[in-house]
């Protein structure tokens, strides 16, 4: 049957970023397919929430509370799955972002941070989930990239230079752990999250948005989990080294910032 196709029944997963947002939609959404997780994010009390809702659903959660912004410390998540549950399946590398900086304002080290924290962490755990996912015979890797690795606005040069390496990356680690492992990454469009909020929050710059995005409204966190769930499950299983673009249509970014000409 097919829906069976989307069950991850008996399998483990760490999701980085979990604390809320769409790294929470994600742990929660394969706990419901039958996962226990590993979620890790910097806030205990987020995590400890998200654990609530996937104990709600029959599985398992255990809480790293860690600043996964160092490579080293992402890196140790992988040990943690075996630890905890003698496994590891699926990773997702939710976690990572920078904030909006004008072109000047932008330095070499701020560029350095942007791509450790986003390509960086994500190759460390990775690398490290790899021989732990072979020893179960296969694994899966999701990457979280957005619209802005290939969309160019005024003032993204630090996050979508991140991004799009993270999305070239998908394809060039897809070729090295080919055929046992896979690796897709979603281009993930406006999505109503905590961080969106800031924005989104002020209705006159929300509807500008959704007037600029084809399908006319913000995505949410349970779309992009549906996705990721797809990519991660054997209902993806013949999908490896793709970017799945969920961003309601969009072919130029739906927020600017409104920056000057230098």
Same mark, same amino acid.
């Given at each position: *049957?097919?829906?069976? *196709? ?21 742990a929660v ?7 226990d ?5 910097r806030t ?5 929430d ?5 104990a709600?659903?029959?599985?398992r ?7 996964l ?5 992402a890196?140790g998540?992988?040990?943690t ?10 990773v997702?590398?939710n976690?990572g972002?920078?904030?909006p *900086?004008?072109?000047?304002d932008?330095?070499p ?11 960086g962490? %994500?190759?460390?755990?990775t690398? %490290?989930a790899?021989?732990? *996912?072979l020893?179960?015979?296969?694994g899966a ?7 802005m690795?290939?969309?160019a606005?005024r003032?993204f040069l630090?996050?979508?230079? %991140? ?18 492992i896979?690796?897709n990454a979603i ?10 909020q800031?924005v ?38 013949y ?6 673009e969920?961003?309601g ?11 000057p000409?230098?």
């Amino acid at each position: *049957m097919v829906p069976d *196709m989307f069950r991850l029944t008996g399998r483990v997963a760490v999701v980085t970023g979990a604390g809320r947002g769409i790294g929470a939609a994600v742990a929660v959404a394969f706990a419901e397919a039958g996962a226990d997780v590993v979620i890790a994010a910097r806030t205990g009390t987020d995590l400890a929430d998200v654990a609530g809702r996937v104990a709600e659903t029959g599985r398992r959660a255990h809480v790293v509370a860690a600043d996964l912004s160092e490579p080293d410390t992402a890196a140790g998540l992988a040990g943690t799955a075996r630890a905890e549950f003698g496994r590891l399946d699926i990773v997702v590398n939710n976690v990572g972002g920078t904030y909006p *900086m004008p072109f000047l304002d932008t330095t070499p080290e701020f560029l350095d941070e942007a791509f450790r924290f986003n390509v960086g962490t %994500a190759h460390a755990l990775t690398r %490290a989930a790899v021989p732990v *996912m072979l020893d179960g015979g296969a694994g899966a890797v999701v990457n979280i990239c957005s619209t802005m690795s290939w969309a160019a606005g005024r003032g993204f040069l630090g996050y979508g230079t %991140a991004k799009a390496a993270l999305a070239h990356y998908t394809r060039l680690a897809a070729a090295d752990l080919a055929p046992r492992i896979r690796v897709n990454a979603i281009a993930v469009g406006s999505t109503l999250t905590s961080a969106l909020q800031v924005v989104a929050g002020n209705p006159e710059i929300r509807a500008r948005m959704e007037n600029a995005t084809p399908l006319r409204r913000l995505g949410t966190p349970e779309e992009i989990a549906a996705t990721a769930l797809y990519l991660a499950s054997d209902a993806g299983g013949y999908v490896t080294g793709k970017i799945l673009e969920v961003d309601g249509g969009v072919q130029a970014p739906n927020l600017e910032l409104g920056l000057p000409d230098l």
